[in-house]
């Protein structure tokens, strides 16, 4: 059984001025230890994603309108607010964004700490504190600065405190929206090489949330491309960066400067996301694709199997395998 | 095994943060040369109340009849009042009465506007249009005439001047309380609170809360000298606290008539008021500056 198991989940923004069509019936699965990361430009869905799995898409307006997540076997839309509270941060927890804000200024990080220990577990005062600091130094930080207030530390230290938070009751699945972008270049490999560690240590699975596709090369197993509030492309990260088969991902990989080939320009995708208020009827990747056919605008492509494990959501693609299949 | 041992040294150490945090904020305070003015002012009056019967030469309610309306003296140090009474003793016992008046009354206000405030602001919509209309209601009264309602249906006397200032403060606790919540709210930790697990109540006592503090307590200590100006003009129109118990507000008032010749009757329990007002907001803008550790250097 997987651990984590999303059946057509569509979650809507439901305005005045419109219906937010922010996830429009994704499919995902997370096996136990695994790592999935989850790419896309910004605005397609992959924050709202990772709120939903956490029962916690802002209502109003935001409304899951279909769909199932099973998590651990049992599904956690039916679940009422005191059994989500419980799942929340012991099971499964979050490391947000940006450091900067994701810590309450006036509380030492200590109490932070110790407040997702206590809210969880049964433990006394000094056996939480002592949690605290062993998760402190698990993370780099010496556990003599347990009493400082966040403004006391460097973005990098917070993320590391955060990621302290996020992994204080050893959850078994871990997602992290986009842990690194606040971060300068040299300490995103520090965090994500210790989250990495991290997560093999204490068999964490991890979702993986970043537009940044040099992280998901790093520490992602399996990969999962998100356009418009649909999954475009899913599959090994071996399949998916040696492979590459959907349009979308090939213009992501485009875009990517490169150290070693010499090329005049980057080749990067025109336009822009389509308006989610207003998804067009057809592929909706099919205003900015290059090898798009009359058929594309007309109808929705289903994912189809490129290889075993590597599915892609592309009419054309698909056509052009036919076409090779049968000519063998 | 190193880990181990260190942290459990250091867990040591983290009980006795309390005081060590208390430590950093007096270490703060101290550095602002006004507001420990302020802290003197207000704690050389709360020796005053406690030690009332040491500090006071006659008690409050002597009457000397062969004495009345006297000048300031060395025998009676702020004078006599028109029945005879030693002025200075009379100052001493209200202060008793204006304090307490004036802290439970603020706490009074405190409790129920910032109770009122963080549930209008944390849950917002339908149930912060309820309570905030309803503040708005009460804003429309003037306190003063909203306290003098509520005195006038309980009936004067201490409990009630101190509930009927109390309540009539409520709005200005709740908008400040509320305004501050909404913008806390908003915030990113908020949201991870709720994602460590962290129920409603939790998440408004243990993080909206501190975040808020700062304005709460300024409001609050100014509010302590609102409370007690409010309460002794409760009494200075005699809904109050009632004779012969020593309140500045009805000292004032039982002088005024003798305001020409003998000024000194409304001098010295005016005097009284004012450097008590004086000395907490001093006291409270001190406070305000050394509890924020975002102003921490």
Not at chain 2, 161 to 177: E, Q
């Amino acid at each position: 059984m997987n651990l984590l198991e999303i059946k057509g989940l569509k979650i809507h923004y439901i305005t005045d001025s419109g219906v937010v069509r922010a996830v429009n019936g994704i499919d995902l699965e997370i096996n136990r230890g695994e790592t999935l990361g989850l790419v896309g430009e910004t605005g397609a869905g992959k924050t709202t994603t990772a709120l939903g799995i956490m029962c916690q898409v802002p209502d109003p307006p935001g409304k899951v309108v279909e769909g199932e997540i099973f998590f651990e076997g049992s599904n956690l839309l039916e679940k009422n607010a005191r059994e989500i509270r419980k799942i929340r941060g012991s099971k499964i927890s979050m490391i947000f964004q940006d450091p900067m804000t994701a810590l309450n200024p006036v509380v030492t990080i200590g109490d932070q700490i110790c407040e997702v220990i206590r809210l969880h577990q049964k433990t006394s005062h000094a056996e939480s504190i002592k949690i605290a600091c062993e998760m402190l130094e698990l993370v780099g930080i010496p556990a003599e600065r347990i009493n400082e207030y966040p403004h006391q530390f460097s973005g990098g230290m917070k993320q590391r405190v955060v990621i302290a938070i996020a992994l204080a009751c050893k959850p078994s699945l871990l997602i992290a929206d986009e842990p690194t972008t606040a971060l300068d270049v040299t300490i995103q490999a520090q965090v994500l090489q210790m989250m990495d560690k991290l997560k093999k240590e204490l068999g964490t699975s991890m979702l993986m949330i970043t537009h940044d596709l040099g992280v998901v090369a790093e520490i992602c197993d399996r990969v999962a491309i998100m356009y418009a509030g649909e999954i475009v492309e899913y599959g090994t990260l071996e399949a998916i960066f040696n492979n590459t088969a959907h349009p979308y991902t090939k213009g992501l990989f485009g875009s990517i400067p490169s150290l070693v080939l010499d090329v005049e320009r980057l080749s990067p995708i025109d336009g822009l996301m389509p308006d989610p208020t207003q998804l067009p009827t057809g592929c909706s990747f099919a205003p900015r694709c290059n090898e798009k056919m009359s058929e594309c605008e007309e109808r929705k492509p289903e994912l189809f199997q490129v290889s075993p494990g590597h599915f892609s959501k592309c009419i054309h693609h698909k056509n052009e395998m036919h076409k090779e299949s049968r000519g063998c | 095994m190193k880990i181990v041992e260190k942290t459990t040294k250091l867990a040591l150490n983290f009980n006795t943060k309390k005081t060590g945090q208390g430590y950093d904020v007096w270490m703060r305070f101290k550095k602002n040369r006004l507001a420990l003015v302020g802290m003197f002012i207000v704690g050389l009056l709360l020796l005053m109340a406690v030690l009332a019967p040491v500090v006071a030469p006659y008690k409050f309610d002597l009457q000397d009849l062969l004495s009345t309306s006297q000048k300031p003296s060395l025998k009676h140090l702020f004078g006599t009042d028109n029945l005879g009474r030693d002025i200075f003793s009379r100052i001493v016992y209200g202060s008793r009465i204006s304090l307490f008046v004036g802290f439970v009354a603020a706490a009074i206000g405190t409790l129920v506007g910032g109770a009122l405030g963080s549930i209008a602001g944390y849950y917002g919509d339908k149930i912060d249009t309820i309570i905030m209309r309803a503040i708005d209601i009460m804003m429309a009264i003037p306190a003063m005439v909203l306290a003098i309602a509520i005195c006038a249906a309980l009936g004067p006397g201490l409990l009630n001047t101190m509930i009927a200032v109390g309540i009539s403060t409520v709005p200005r606790y709740a908008r400040v309380v509320r305004g501050a919540v909404l913008t806390v709210k908003e915030q990113e930790f908020i949201e991870a609170s709720r994602a460590c697990g962290g129920n409603d109540f939790h998440i408004i006592l243990k993080h909206i809360t501190p975040n808020c503090l700062a304005p709460i307590i300024v409001q609050a200590s100014l509010g302590v000298a609102d409370a007690i100006l409010a309460a002794a003009s409760m009494s200075f129109i005699g809904l109050g606290i009632q004779p012969p118990v020593p309140e500045w507000g009805a000292m004032l008032s039982a002088g005024r008539g003798y305001i020409r010749d003998n000024p000194h009757m409304v001098l010295f329990p005016g005097l009284a008021i004012m450097m008590t007002i004086y000395g907490l907001n001093l006291l409270g803008d001190g406070l305000r500056d050394a509890l924020d550790p975002k102003l921490k250097r």
